[in-house]
């Protein structure tokens, strides 16, 4: 049983990719995470040496905040605390990194997330007007990549000028030089979820519900044509993109969350108790 100021591996991957996931603050060394040059998801990188100073200015906020090292120890015990003193909660992963790599857990590749702005966001850019894979998209990144990230919509016409001037990275617009786009009868959101090292069972899932509302092949999951309306109707109850990006949210944490813990329950009328057979009256054909 972890000490109270511990987090098992098993309970953080429970919490990531959830609305209320707590933050996590990966400390390891430069020397350690050049071996393994990979993150959490969710994480963010920051010096364990300069603590201290880092700790007092973070934004105030209700979440929890995890620290990671390498194996737990030190490092991670010494941020925590500095935290606590700063009056964050704030737990250390049990095992840290190595304990998370040896569960077989999906890790980022630091390479793959873009360059940081100037207040620690990576910035993306896309078409305005988003209905499904840029929303699924942004919820991707936001949930698993950098909760801190930020999205630009502007005019289909002007998005690689934008982010050439913004110092933005643009994804689902067309182009065989565009990296973060579809790739042959796979969407956007396939392309994140391998380029992130984010594959499972049930983001696997996810992506096959989202690929088949967004390319129009509806066939490829039942959940699809009702991914494919919500997003629709979204579109429709808001003429601003980031209210929807907002609301858009929501729709996919309840997706991932049925993906990754309900695809097994049911649902019928009226209701029967297990073992008993419903006493409602059936219809006859010549009714």
């Known amino acids: 049983m972890p000490a109270p100021q511990y987090i098992s591996v098993e309970k953080l991957s429970r919490l990531v990719g959830r609305p209320d996931a707590p933050s996590i603050i990966d400390v390891c060394t430069e020397e350690d995470f050049a071996a393994m040059p990979r993150l959490i998801p969710g994480a963010v990188r920051r010096p364990w040496a300069e603590a201290s100073t880092w700790a007092g200015t973070l934004a105030a906020t209700d979440r929890p905040i995890v620290v990671v090292c390498q194996k737990g120890l030190k490092l991670s015990q010494g941020v925590a605390a500095w935290l606590r003193h700063a009056r964050f909660s704030a737990d250390v992963l049990e095992g840290g990194v190595q304990a998370w790599a ?8 630091a390479a793959k997330i873009p360059p940081r702005d100037a207040q620690g966001r990576t910035v993306w850019v896309t078409r305005q007007r988003p ?11 936001r949930r698993f990549v950098d909760p801190a990230a930020v999205f630009l919509f502007v005019a289909p016409s002007e998005v690689r000028a934008v982010a050439e001037r913004f110092g933005a990275t643009p994804f689902d617009i067309e182009g065989d030089d565009v ?16 380029e992130f090292g984010l594959q499972g069972d049930a983001m696997n899932r996810l992506a096959e519900i989202v690929r088949g509302a967004d390319t129009g092949r509806l066939d490829l999951a039942p959940e699809s044509a009702g991914l494919l309306a919500a997003s629709l109707g979204l579109s429709r109850m808001h003429a601003d993109d980031l209210e929807q990006l907002d609301a858009g949210m ?18 019928d009328w009226p209701p029967t108790r297990a073992g008993k057979r ?8 010549a009714a």
């Open 102 to 109: 040896a569960a077989g857990l999906s890790m980022v590749p």
């Open 131 to 141: 209905k499904i894979d840029r929303v699924a998209c942004p919820w991707l990144i």
């Open 179 to 194: 990296f973060w786009g579809h790739r042959g009868d796979r969407c956007t959101f396939d392309t994140m979820v391998e």
């Open 250 to 267: 929501a729709l996919y944490d309840a997706f991932w969350r049925w993906c990754r813990d309900a695809r097994d329950e049911t649902h």
């Open 278 to 285: 419903s006493t409602s009256p059936r219809k006859t054909a």
